[in-house]
């Protein structure tokens, strides 16, 4: 039996003039299987409708909720996973090589090391970008049974618009957060269709992302609530991890390895699952006369401009102005304590004299005994680091556990200054002393 739906929309369109092919391309992108929409074309053929004045408005087909759009895309994800996993062995492997290098090219200080490093991330970068809109239509011209071969050769040609579009909306989102965050979030789902529309609509640079917009446009909140859980779904798989990782003290090239890993698992079911949204956020939308206005695409290259440019400086000022508050807040709390009505026994306590200048002296000496101890020991513990991995830590933390003894805690690390030199071929460890002045030391000092 033919969904009602199906043949609403499929009148809706051919009374507005659209023609068999765009209606067919968008009933099937939206996730309708091939034979579902030519059953309904026959069906129409043999009982054609002709508009008048005096038909009713047809309503659009609504959107899907979350759990079928996410059914959908792992039942998507499960059919074409030896295709999908095909495509994205090239782009991580791409990744997990320049990472690779990376920490080679990093110790080699010369113009000929840093050159070729510079080669192999472009190249890397070139790689990975295909590997992705290799993904895209992958994913979009599944039902066609593509494979991996035809997928890049049809993505071939998109790498550099690809590109392009991926740095619009990175430039003109990241505007919209450094300005108050809220702009950034509305821009992050007007765009989120921006590469789709690139791929299947054949729209490249301003006019995909104005085109996303379009589709978003009066269902906001709508297409924000079903990006929510794939965005959580992200958190939890990815920046989860990597966070765990980056304090877990392993090499950075095994943290690379695993985020990479993840990624290659992961991306293609999130990539179909927008691809899903958009696909139905089109159909709902139906066929429209689109011609996006020079003046729409000014306001948000401004956009992007004042966020970059004022962001940084409405950090600051707020910092500032934070720092400000908490200082006049704390000198308030002390004026107060001062004004506190003392009774005679304490007041006899606190101003009585001084017990023992020289104790105090000792003391202090004692404690910065201590701290010249635990230094020796850091040093010893980045030499060894130095040593198992060619370079100084990022991080005094990365020590904890492994190089470090047992006695000197994380508190202990936290007394002193530390920051890695030269890309880490040097550091620089300094320490404020109660009995002397501040002291920094660096690895040819010992």
């Given at each position: 039996?033919?969904?009602?739906?199906?043949?609403?929309?499929?009148?809706?369109?051919?009374?507005?003039?659209?023609?068999?092919?765009?209606?067919?391309?968008?009933?099937?992108?939206?996730?309708?299987?091939?034979?579902?929409?030519?059953?309904?074309?026959?069906?129409?053929?043999?009982?054609?409708?002709?508009?008048?004045?005096?038909?009713?408005?047809?309503?659009?087909?609504?959107?899907?909720?979350?759990?079928?759009?996410?059914?959908?895309?792992?039942?998507?994800?499960?059919?074409?996973?030896?295709?999908?996993?095909?495509?994205?062995?090239?782009?991580?492997?791409?990744?997990?090589?320049?990472?690779?290098?990376?920490?080679?090219?990093?110790?080699?200080?010369?113009?000929?090391?840093?050159?070729?490093?510079?080669?192999?991330?472009?190249?890397?970068?070139?790689?990975?970008?295909?590997?992705?809109?290799?993904?895209?239509?992958?994913?979009?011209?599944?039902?066609?049974?593509?494979?991996?071969?035809?997928?890049?050769?049809?993505?071939?040609?998109?790498?550099?618009?690809?590109?392009?579009?991926?740095f619009l909306v990175l430039f003109i989102t990241n505007g919209g957060?450094?300005?108050?965050?809220?702009?950034?979030?509305?821009?992050?789902?007007?765009?989120?269709?921006?590469?789709?529309?690139?791929?299947?609509?054949?729209?490249?640079?301003?006019?995909?992302?104005?085109?996303?917009?379009?589709?978003?446009?009066?269902?906001?909140?709508?297409?924000?609530?079903?990006?929510?859980?794939?965005?959580?779904?992200?958190?939890?798989?990815?920046?989860?991890?990597?966070?765990?990782?980056?304090?877990?003290?392993?090499?950075?090239?095994?943290?690379?390895?695993?985020?990479?890993?993840?990624?290659?698992?992961?991306?293609?079911?999130?990539?179909?699952?927008?691809?899903?949204?958009?696909?139905?956020?089109?159909?709902?939308?139906?066929?429209?006369?689109?011609?996006?206005?020079?003046?729409?695409?000014?306001?948000?290259?401004?956009?992007?401009?004042?966020?970059?440019?004022?962001?940084?400086?409405?950090?600051?000022?707020?910092?500032?102005?934070?720092?400000?508050?908490?200082?006049?807040?704390?000198?308030?709390?002390?004026?107060?304590?001062?004004?506190?009505?003392?009774?005679?026994?304490?007041?006899?306590?606190?101003?009585?004299?001084?017990?023992?200048?020289?104790?105090?002296?000792?003391?202090?000496?004692?404690?910065?005994?201590?701290?010249?101890?635990?230094?020796?020991?850091?040093?010893?513990?980045?030499?060894?680091?130095?040593?198992?991995?060619?370079?100084?830590?990022?991080?005094?933390?990365?020590?904890?556990?492994?190089?470090?003894?047992?006695?000197?805690?994380?508190?202990?690390?936290?007394?002193?200054?530390?920051?890695?030199?030269?890309?880490?071929?040097?550091?620089?460890?300094?320490?404020?002393?109660?009995?002397?002045?501040?002291?920094?030391?660096?690895?040819?000092?010992?």
């Amino acid at each position: 039996m033919i969904a009602q739906q199906l043949l609403s929309y499929i009148r809706e369109q051919l009374q507005k003039g659209a023609s068999y092919k765009n209606i067919k391309t968008s009933l099937i992108t939206a996730g309708w299987k091939e034979i579902d929409v030519e059953q309904a074309f026959a069906s129409l053929n043999q009982n054609p409708i002709q508009p008048t004045s005096q038909t009713s408005p047809l309503r659009r087909p609504s959107l899907v909720g979350v759990k079928k759009l996410l059914t959908d895309s792992v039942d998507l994800y499960k059919r074409n996973l030896r295709t999908f996993w095909g495509i994205m062995i090239v782009p991580t492997a791409a990744m997990i090589l320049a990472t690779s290098l990376l920490g080679i090219f990093k110790r080699e200080l010369s113009s000929v090391g840093f050159l070729s490093f510079i080669v192999i991330a472009i190249l890397s970068f070139v790689i990975q970008a295909w590997g992705y809109v290799a993904l895209l239509y992958g994913i979009k011209d599944s039902g066609q049974n593509i494979g991996i071969k035809e997928s890049f050769k049809r993505g071939q040609g998109k790498i550099l618009s690809y590109v392009w579009v991926i740095f619009l909306v990175l430039f003109i989102t990241n505007g919209g957060f450094f300005l108050f965050l809220v702009p950034g979030i509305v821009f992050s789902v007007w765009f989120s269709f921006a590469t789709f529309v690139l791929v299947s609509e054949n729209l490249k640079g301003m006019t995909a992302l104005l085109k996303s917009r379009e589709y978003v446009k009066g269902r906001w909140l709508a297409i924000f609530g079903r990006l929510l859980p794939i965005f959580f779904l992200s958190v939890l798989f990815t920046f989860g991890p990597a966070l765990i990782l980056y304090f877990s003290g392993l090499p950075f090239i095994v943290i690379s390895f695993i985020l990479s890993l993840i990624l290659f698992i992961f991306m293609p079911l999130f990539v179909t699952y927008l691809y899903f949204l958009y696909g139905n956020l089109r159909c709902a939308k139906g066929e429209f006369t689109f011609s996006p206005r020079t003046r729409s695409k000014l306001i948000l290259i401004i956009v992007g401009l004042l966020g970059v440019i004022l962001g940084p400086i409405i950090m600051m000022v707020t910092g500032f102005a934070s720092g400000l508050l908490i200082g006049l807040l704390v000198s308030q709390k002390n004026l107060n304590l001062d004004k506190i009505d003392l009774t005679h026994d304490r007041k006899k306590e606190l101003f009585q004299p001084d017990q023992s200048s020289g104790q105090r002296d000792t003391e202090k000496l004692q404690r910065d005994s201590q701290r010249t101890s635990h230094l020796l020991k850091i040093q010893h513990a980045l030499t060894r680091y130095y040593d198992d991995k060619g370079s100084y830590p990022p991080l005094l933390t990365r020590l904890i556990s492994e190089y470090l003894p047992e006695g000197l805690n994380h508190q202990g690390i936290f007394d002193y200054q530390y920051r890695d030199l030269q890309n880490g071929q040097d550091y620089e460890l300094c320490i404020d002393f109660e009995a002397k002045q501040r002291k920094c030391f660096t690895s040819e000092i010992k």
